[in-house]
């Protein structure tokens, strides 16, 4: 079996960088093996596979994906921590050594992913920018086709809830754009360090295809955001900044063959899509557009 850091191996090398995990940056590493393995299976990782990591810290989820053989390409936001994981894979797994490429980069501003097109998402996403993390993840690469991420539980419940729950947003409408979610279990806060105070969750990504829409991605997002801008409005009302109007957002709204007093909440991506393209027939520009996306 492959070597997987302990709870003391992660400490030592915290100290050997002088690290003291950074809130401002969600460092909470993962010092517990078997949770690694987990997540891991529970990936669908395999030899085969080329992983795309965010946010590897220590590495401890770096070397559960190395051992299943795949290559990886951890993104690092801390250059110290990107600079000692090469070494760190080279001391516990020196046979994976080639197998690792690492970014020393922010993940949102990454404009591209060097190297071979990922097939896999795995990552334990920092709760404070778990979301845009993710849907910039999603927007930037279109080759990985399946992920599974650990972030926050309350965010893993938005990013998986379905039109109608309490916890759907635009969050959960924007992730169903690319794709579908679905939780895949629960994390307790003792397999970090350090110890955070709320449980973490899994969710599976599968990618999709968007919906059949003629508006752009950008400008159904644009509808989504103004949707649950402020929830309990109803969508005549919600949209009304955007069409110019509530009586221009409800003949919008009306065309798509929904109704105008619903809100945003019972919505699927699917009728936000329909509803921009009506926007945009009549004569809405929308947000604009950013671009096409990044060939994988």
Known sequence: ???????????????????????ALGQ??????????????????????????????????????????ASVTAVEIDRRLAGQLPATVAEHQPQAAGRLR???????????????????????????VAVPVLLHVLALSRSWRAGLVMVQLEVAERLAAAPGSRVYGAPSAKLAWYGTARRAGTVPPGVFWP?????????????????????????????????????????RSALSGLAGGSAAAAAAIGAAGLDPTARG????????????ERLVAAGWAGPARAGEEPAP
Not at 33 to 54: Q, W
Not at 102 to 128: E, K
Request: hydrophobic content about 50%; glycine content about 12%.
């Open 102 to 128: 690492v970014v020393a980069s922010d993940a949102l501003a990454l404009t591209g992913i060097p190297g071979p097109a990922p097939t896999r998402l795995v990552a334990n996403l920092p709760y404070n």
């Open 195 to 235: 110890v955070p105070r709320v449980d973490s969750g899994l969710v599976r990504i599968s990618r999709g295809g968007p919906p059949a829409s003629g508006a752009t991605r950008e400008q159904v997002f644009a509808v989504v955001d103004a949707a649950f801008a402020q929830r309990r409005k109803m969508l």
């Open 1 to 23: 079996m492959a070597a997987l850091l302990d709870p003391r191996s992660v400490r030592a090398a915290a100290e050997r960088l002088g690290l003291r995990p950074a809130k």
């Open 28 to 69: 909470n590493f993962v010092v517990d093996a078997n949770t690694v393995r987990r997540i891991v299976a529970l990936g669908g990782v395999d030899d085969g596979d080329t992983v795309l990591e965010i946010g590897p810290g220590l590495g401890s989820l770096t070397l559960g994906l190395l051992a299943t053989g």
């Open 265 to 276: 909440e019972q919505l699927p991506i699917g009728d936000f899509a329909a509803i921009a």
